[in-house]
């Protein structure tokens, strides 16, 4: 994957990406007064360390449309607003050198996207909203790389890496349902964030933003379904913003 992939996703998400980062800046402020020691000395040497997590993220679609959807008689619009979600996993963290982590952590996803259709009728345009409801277990695995402690009790990471989706509230399986839009129940997904880490004297607290990008086409065809022939395709996309606590 090039830079134009990334720069693109600044580009998408960069009010969000500026938000976080300003929040960040305050907290170092109101907090680097707090900080009279050096705090957690052992956790630089740990070779494995656990923690949990948990936030919320901001999911749609990416929606490509199809020929059908340009010659079509009754569908004028049809878009794919973000919607909150929750989250919550379990950190797992390798040292692979002084400045780079290996991470794992396992997300159960509570998140549900939407698909509005804006249709035209006598009475004037009417928005049908199609929801469609998602239980998400999350495999990402990403390389983390963090630089050297600064004000003692602070750290700044970027990452990178993948995840793999499983959601097993799919409505692929479904198939007597003709009035749905189906969704395969498997994804990849390209992500990347940055964070920061507070040392406390007992824990690390780290608030962190995280895109993610689906790779694949995620919408499963439904014949004579007027709501589906306007799709070509639905990739997933996701902001998330977690708050880790790490030991």
Same mark, same amino acid.
């Given at each position: 994957? !090039? ?14 990406? =500026? ?29 494995? %360390? ?11 679609? %990416? ?9 079509? !008689?009754?569908?004028? *619009? ?13 950190? =797992?963290?390798?040292? #692979?050198?002084? %400045? ?14 939407? #698909? ?24 990402? $695995? ?15 990471? *970027? ?9 097993? =509230? ?10 749905? *839009? ?15 880490? +507070? ?5 690390? +607290? ?9 790779? +694949?086409?995620? %919408? ?18 996701? $902001?998330? $913003? ?6």
């Amino acid at each position: 994957m !090039d830079t134009t992939y990334f720069r693109r996703l600044f580009y998408l998400y960069r009010r969000q990406i =500026s938000c976080f980062a300003f929040l960040l800046c305050c907290l170092c402020l109101l907090t680097d007064n707090a900080q009279a020691q050096k705090n957690m000395l052992r956790h630089d040497s740990k070779r494995i %360390h656990f923690g949990i997590t948990t936030g919320f993220n901001l999911t749609n679609f %990416h929606i490509n449309r199809s020929e059908a959807f340009v010659n079509h !008689d009754s569908i004028k *619009v049809v878009n794919s607003p973000k919607k909150p979600g929750f989250i919550v996993g379990i950190v =797992s963290d390798l040292h #692979l050198g002084k %400045h780079t982590d290996l991470r794992f952590i396992p997300t159960l996803i509570l998140s549900d996207k939407y #698909l509005y259709y804006t249709e035209y009728n006598i009475d004037g345009d009417e928005v049908v909203p199609k929801i469609v409801e998602s239980i998400i277990l999350n495999f990402p $695995i990403s390389f983390k790389y963090k630089s050297d402690r600064f004000y003692d009790n602070f750290r700044f990471y *970027v990452l990178s890496g993948a995840r793999f989706d499983w959601d097993f =509230s799919s409505n692929k399986r479904a198939r007597k349902a003709t009035e749905i *839009v189906k969704i395969q129940p498997f994804d990849i997904a390209a992500e990347v964030g940055m964070g920061l880490e +507070f040392y406390f004297p007992l824990f690390i +607290f780290a608030p962190e933003i995280k895109i993610s990008q689906g790779i +694949f086409n995620t %919408h499963v065809p439904t014949p004579n379904l007027r709501y589906s022939e306007v799709l070509e395709s639905l990739r997933s996309k996701y $902001i998330t $913003i977690s708050f880790q606590f790490e030991g």
